[in-house]
């Protein structure tokens, strides 16, 4: 079993890709918090979105301010679930995935997909609230199907590896 996962190119490629989508997760972090506090302030968003002083207007500003303040929920949250990853791509690599240390880890994983989902409905809210024909806000945020049948997949294989695990110390105490 060692061999198998160590000579699959797919492992090395995982975790180097993981690596890099932990330092952009924190890269777009700093970038949201920078437009937030750094950079703009209501007339600078304002111009960008050429809009004239009015209730409309401050409305979408403070709409956008509070996406955007979700989204720097949300680093936290990929950051707690790419580590898992990483880690669980580690035990793969060594030959030993059935363990219940990534049992809990799927099952950590399927939660912050759950936060990550519900964030996405809000987002999504947020962004049809403050959208106005004049000036319209498209997100990629809101109900996803996929994302909901990954939240369900991945509680489904945290069952399956504490299973798995159960099942591989049963086999190595008959062995």
Same mark, same amino acid.
């Given at each position: 079993?060692?061999?198998?996962?160590?000579?699959?190119?797919?492992?090395?490629? @995982?975790?180097?890709?993981?690596?890099? &989508?932990?330092?952009? $997760?924190?890269?777009?972090?700093? +970038?949201?918090? +920078? &437009?937030?506090?750094?950079?703009?302030? #209501?007339?600078?968003?304002?111009?960008?979105?050429?809009?004239?002083?009015?209730?409309?207007?401050?409305? &979408?500003?403070?709409?956008?301010?509070?996406?955007?303040?979700?989204?720097?929920?949300?680093?936290?949250? $990929?950051?707690?679930?790419?580590?898992?990853?990483?880690?669980?791509? =580690?035990?793969?690599?060594?030959?030993?995935?059935?363990?219940?240390? $990534?049992?809990?880890?799927?099952?950590?994983? +399927?939660?912050?997909?759950?936060?990550?989902?519900?964030?996405?409905?809000?987002?999504?809210?947020? @962004?049809?609230?403050?959208?106005?024909?004049?000036?319209?806000?498209?997100?990629?945020?809101?109900?996803?199907?996929?994302?909901?049948?990954?939240?369900?997949?991945?509680?489904?294989?945290?069952?399956?590896?504490? #299973?798995?695990?159960?099942?591989? =110390?049963?086999?190595?105490?008959?062995?």
């Amino acid at each position: 079993m060692s061999r198998r996962a160590s000579s699959s190119a797919a492992l090395p490629i @995982a975790y180097v890709v993981l690596r890099i &989508l932990i330092v952009v $997760n924190w890269l777009m972090g700093a +970038a949201i918090l +920078a &437009l937030l506090v750094v950079m703009p302030n #209501e007339r600078w968003i304002m111009a960008a979105f050429k809009l004239s002083p009015s209730p409309d207007a401050e409305r &979408l500003v403070m709409g956008l301010r509070a996406i955007a303040v979700l989204g720097l929920v949300t680093i936290p949250l $990929n950051y707690a679930l790419l580590k898992r990853l990483v880690a669980i791509v =580690e035990t793969v690599r060594a030959g030993h995935p059935f363990v219940a240390a $990534n049992a809990s880890r799927l099952q950590a994983i +399927a939660w912050v997909l759950l936060a990550l989902q519900l964030l996405s409905i809000v987002i999504g809210a947020i @962004a049809k609230a403050i959208s106005t024909p004049a000036h319209p806000v498209h997100l990629d945020a809101g109900f996803s199907i996929n994302g909901w049948l990954a939240v369900l997949f991945t509680f489904v294989l945290a069952r399956v590896f504490a #299973e798995g695990t159960v099942m591989r =110390e049963d086999l190595e105490g008959t062995v």
